[in-house]
C-alpha cells in the first residue's frame, strides 16, 4: 500500500475537501501512475452529490486522468516507467464475456468496474478516481498518450472524446454525410470536430443564437436556432445523422423530424427517461433509429488518441486549481466554462503542503 492524497465528496451534501486515502501496491499486470492532468466531467457532479443513487463515499471522482507511469508489475509489457500514459472511465472489467472478448469492455455482461466508486473486483476496496496524485490500474485499463498531444487537452478526449467519436465511428458516419450535433458543450464541441474530420457536413443545433460564431469557430459549417420553427421546418429531412450530447430531457420529436429516412438519433448525453413522449410515427414513417452510446471500450480509446494527434483535434480547456474545485462545480452547473476544466496536479501538490 502507498499513501495517497486528493480530493473527496465524503457527503452528498458537502463540498470535496483534502482527503488522504492508500493506494494498493502495483499487482502484477498493473501500471502505477502519478497523476499530471484530470479532466472534470458533469458526471463528476452527478456522483459527488449522489443524484444517481450510486454513490459511495468517501468518493473521489476524476476519470480524465494523464500521467507518467512510476511503476509496473512483472507481467506488464506495454508500458514502462518514464512513459505518458491516460486512464478514462473504466479501469477493469470481467474480461471473459462476449462484450470484452469484442474489445467493448464498457457493455461488459457483469459490469465494468468505473473509475471510481466501484467494488474492486479482487479486493472489494471501493476505486478512489483521478483528483489525486497518483493511481494504480490493470495494464489493460491504461492507454498511451501520443507525443503529439498536449497532456492537459489530451485528458477530456479520454471521455468527452471517446464519447463522441465511438457512436460517430460505429455508426459509420463518413465524407459527404451531414451530421447535426445537439449541444455544444464538453461533448458537444468534440462531436464537431470529429464530424468533421470524418468528413462529415456538419451543422449545430443551438438554443442561443449567441452561440453561432462560437459554433463556427469549432468547425461547424452552418447553425440552426433549435427555438425558431421556420429554421426547423427548413431542414426537415435534411440529416443522415444527429448527435445528441444534451445531458438533460428535452423534446426530440422536432430533431427526430429533420432525419432523413434511415436517419440515426444517437443519444450520448441523456441517461434518464425520454420526456415528453415520442411520437412513434416520427420513426416509423422513416424508418428512423434512435441509438445510444456508452464511451468506448479500450482498443478504440487508443484508437481516438491516435486520431486526434493524427488530425491535430484537442479538446478546449481552463486548467484549474484544485483548491477551487467546488467554485468550478458551481461554473459547469452555470455553463460557465469553455468547455472543460483540467486539474493541473501541480496544484494538488500545494494543497498537501498547506493542510
Known amino acids: 500500500m502507498t499513501k495517497a492524497f486528493g480530493y473527496a465528496a465524503l457527503s452528498a451534501t458537502t463540498p470535496l475537501v483534502p482527503h488522504a486515502f492508500e493506494r494498493r501496491a502495483p499487482r502484477a499486470d498493473d501500471v502505477a501512475i502519478e497523476i499530471l492532468y484530470c479532466g ?10 449522489n443524484e444517481w443513487g450510486i454513490a ?13 507511469v512510476t511503476a509496473v508489475g512483472s507481467d506488464v509489457s506495454r508500458h514502462k516507467i518514464g512513459d505518458l500514459v491516460g ?13 470484452c472478448h469484442s474489445d467493448l469492455e464498457q457493455y461488459c455482461l457483469e459490469g465494468p468496474t468505473m473509475t471510481y466508486a466501484t467494488p474492486d473486483r479482487v479486493d472489494g476496496t471501493i476505486t478512489m478516481g483521478g483528483y489525486s496524485n497518483s493511481i494504480v490500474v490493470s495494464e489493460r485499463f491504461v492507454v498511451s498518450v501520443p507525443e503529439k498531444l498536449d ?13 463522441t467519436y465511438s457512436p460517430l465511428k460505429h ?3 463518413k465524407a459527404g454525410d451531414k451530421v447535426g450535433v445537439l449541444g455544444m458543450g464538453g461533448l458537444g464541441h468534440m462531436g464537431i470536430k470529429f464530424a468533421k474530420a470524418m468528413g462529415a457536413e456538419v451543422t449545430v443545433f ?21 427555438t425558431d420553427e421556420v429554421q426547423m421546418k427548413a431542414a426537415a429531412g435534411r440529416f443522415d445523422f444527429l448527435l445528441d450530447t444534451i445531458p438533460v430531457q428535452h423534446d426530440l420529436n422536432p430533431y427526430l423530424e429533420t432525419l432523413r429516412f434511415d436517419g440515426v438519433h444517437i443519444l450520448v448525453g441523456l ?6 413522449a415520442l411520437h412513434a410515427g416520427n420513426l416509423v414513417m422513416k424508418r428512423r433509429v434512435i441509438a445510444g452510446s456508452l464511451i468506448g471500450g479500450m482498443a478504440e480509446t487508443q484508437e481516438v488518441l491516435d486520431f486526434c494527434a493524427e488530425h491535430g483535434i484537442t479538446c478546449d480547456i481552463e486548467m484549474l486549481d484544485i483548491q477551487h474545485i467546488n467554485e468550478a462545480y458551481e461554473r459547469m452547473i452555470k ?18 503542503a498547506k493542510d
Open 171 to 173: 455508426y459509420g458516419v
Open 335 to 352: 455553463g460557465d466554462v469553455k468547455y472543460r476544466f483540467v486539474i493541473d496536479m501541480a496544484t494538488l501538490r500545494a494543497a498537501q
Open 87 to 99: 486512464v478514462g472511465c473504466m479501469v477493469d472489467s470481467c474480461r471473459h464475456c462476449d462484450a
Open 151 to 163: 497532456p492537459a487537452s489530451a485528458a477530456p478526449i479520454l471521455c468527452a472524446g471517446i464519447t
Open 271 to 276: 441517461i434518464e427517461p425520454i420526456e415528453p
Open 56 to 68: 459511495v463515499y468517501p468518493l473521489m471522482p476524476g476519470h480524465e486522468i494523464v500521467g507518467q
Open 40 to 49: 472534470v466531467c458533469h458526471s463528476d457532479i452527478h456522483q459527488a452529490r
Open 206 to 226: 443551438t438554443r442561443s443564437l449567441s452561440k453561432l460564431e462560437e459554433a463556427k469557430r469549432q468547425g461547424a459549417d452552418h447553425v440552426i436556432v433549435s
